[in-house]
Antibody, heavy 118, light 106 residues
Framework: VQLQQSGPELEKPGASVKISCKAS????????MNWVKQSNGKSLEWIGN????????SYNQKFKGKATLTVDKSSSTAYMQLKSLTSEDSAVYYC????????????WGAGTTVTVSS | QIVLTQSPAIMSASPGEKVTMTCSAS?????MHWYQQKSGTSPKRWIY???KLASGVPARFSGSGSGTSYSLTISSMEAEDAATYYC?????????FGSGTKLEIK
């Protein structure tokens, strides 16, 4: 079971970025995919999740309008797009799965570093 | 949202010493989950459903608690246990994490 994330991104303020998380070793549609933000080695914030089977999403109110979650079932890949980037969006972003009705994250990706700088 | 407060923020222990860290929730939660994170790596599920050890976690680790008070205990500290430990709840949305306890080896 593995979640392989895309490489580091360097973006200018105001731009958008789309990062990916490719799942392997399990049934992609059988688990929700979550996204978690970690700023500068500090604590962890849940951004939201997506049910790859139905495509339904749930967002942390704090990240509504900032993050958009999608999936491509054909390639077992989840995506997160972040728009209108500011320096506050500079962070490591992890994908992590959870299986219903299990309310914890049992497998994590290695993380994608997004740096926003002019 | 439920706020999780971890204490202490930083602690150090000698090899063989017993270690206990706590996680206090602003409202009652049904379960608490714990993650271990070492520098430059992603978090790993460590203890789930309050007291169940994830695969590969040494038996010197244990978790306990209920309601608003939870703890993670190491019966005998080893050098490889040095890491940051985060608690997490999902009894209500959004799931939230504590600010972490950084455990260092003396």
């Amino acid at each position: 079971v593995q979640l392989q994330q895309s490489g580091p991104e360097l973006e200018k303020p105001g731009a958008s970025v789309k990062i990916s998380c490719k799942a392997s070793g399990y049934s992609f549609t059988g688990y929700n995919m979550n996204w978690v933000k970690q700023s500068n080695g500090k604590s962890l914030e849940w951004i939201g999740n997506i049910d790859p089977y139905y495509g339904g999403t749930s967002y942390n109110q704090k990240f509504k309008g900032k993050a958009t979650l999608t999936v491509d079932k054909s390639s077992s890949t989840a995506y997160m797009q972040l728009k209108s980037l500011t320096s506050e969006d500079s962070a490591v972003y992890y994908c992590a799965r959870n299986g219903s009705p299990y309310w914890y994250f049992d497998v994590w990706g290695a993380g994608t570093t997004v740096t926003v700088s002019s | 949202q439920i706020v999780l407060t971890q204490s202490p923020a930083i602690m150090s222990a000698s090899p063989g010493e017993k270690v206990t860290m706590t996680c206090s929730a602003s409202s009652s939660v049904s379960y608490m989950h714990w993650y271990q994170q070492k520098s430059g790596t992603s978090p790993k599920r460590w203890i789930y459903d309050t007291s169940k050890l994830a695969s590969g976690v040494p038996a010197r680790f244990s978790g306990s608690g209920s309601g608003t008070s939870y703890s993670l205990t190491i019966s005998s500290m080893e050098a490889e246990d040095a890491a940051t430990y985060y608690c997490q709840q999902w009894s209500s949305n959004p799931p939230t994490f504590g600010s972490g306890t950084k455990l260092e080896i003396k």
